[in-house]
């Protein structure tokens, strides 16, 4: 993997000083891959679907991606910068891809069987386990709002605390949820906003959320963007919003691509979201689910609004 040690990328990689040369590596490892390989922006194809939602509502849209080696292809022909993934579904194919692309290791996943107003991933994958699998950084998904936060949190601190001992990074996947939040409120601005400044205390390197909707779920944080004038008409607006609210724009923020949608409305999305200040797009059912010919034209087209 070629590095591309610019001042963009050196200019991000001043903002991790505290941390040790083998985090910052692996940082510049994902900030040198692919396309966007340079600019300081990051598009991520993320596959841990399968085990979120289960086989059929992941691949059956396009069949191709039931086996492991298929998204690590898409990954690498398309120019992405990383491929995230749990630990069975890179474990299946890394021994014919090692060293050709970043990897993020998810190592906690939750599952749709059963429903939980309060939910909590398990962890499923060790560190020591993600690097035999020539690792580039872990990924640990947590639900700020859930009853169960602190136990989350608890396994952050010490999992991410074992990461960096060994140089990897930390990407936290931060979805807010819980029974005092509204299905509506999980992607409120002020929410998840709020989300990314959680997963940036718990030393996230990488930060993903949902793009965020006009909508303000507190009563008291409404009276503070009220009082402040905090603009949040537009998409732009809010991932502003959110980059600001993560050490004034000093962490990684990178936006999810969600359900499976036209390409007209994703490439909108996306180009709101490079105007706000977003780092990039980690996108997976919008690109795997497609066929490989539309998904590749399509993180094309994504990859050249973040160079532009």
Not at 32 to 55: A, C, R, W
Not at 144 to 165: D, Q, V
């Amino acid at each position: 993997m070629e590095q591309k040690i610019n001042g963009a990328v050196k200019r991000i990689l001043g903002w991790y000083g505290g941390e040790n040369i083998g985090v910052l590596r692996n940082l510049a490892l994902m900030l040198s891959q692919g396309t966007l390989g340079g600019t300081g922006k990051l598009v991520i194809l993320p596959v841990d679907q399968g085990f979120e939602h289960g086989p059929a509502r992941t691949y059956a849209p396009n069949p191709e991606g039931y086996d492991p080696d298929y998204h690590f292809e898409l990954a690498l022909t398309s120019g992405c910068s990383a491929y995230a993934a749990p630990y069975g579904q890179v474990a299946a194919s890394h021994a014919d891809y090692a060293g050709k692309i970043p990897v993020i290791v998810k190592v906690n996943n939750n599952e749709s069987l059963h429903s939980t107003k309060n939910p909590i991933p398990a962890v499923t994958c060790s560190v020591r386990e993600a690097l035999k699998l020539g690792a580039t950084a872990i990924g640990f998904t947590i639900y700020p709002g859930s009853a169960m936060k602190k136990e989350m949190y608890e396994e952050i601190r010490e999992l991410g605390e074992e990461a960096r001992s060994y140089g990897l990074p930390v990407v936290i996947w931060s979805y807010p949820r819980g029974e005092d939040i509204s299905s509506e409120g999980e992607t409120a601005v002020d929410v998840v906003a709020y989300a990314a400044q959680i997963a940036a205390q718990l030393g996230a390197h990488i930060i993903k959320v949902k793009p965020p909707t006009e909508h303000i779920e507190q009563a008291a944080a409404k009276k503070a963007y009220e009082a402040a004038k905090i603009p949040v008409a537009t998409l732009a607006d809010r991932t502003r919003h959110v980059v600001q609210s993560v050490f004034n724009g000093k962490r990684i923020v990178i936006f999810s691509g969600g359900a499976s949608k036209g390409d007209d409305a994703v490439m909108e999305e996306v180009r709101q979201l490079h105007a706000g200040g977003a780092f990039g797009s980690i996108m997976g059912r919008n690109a795997f689910q497609r066929p490989k010919d539309q998904a590749l034209a399509l993180l094309r087209e994504v990859m050249a609004v973040y160079r532009s």
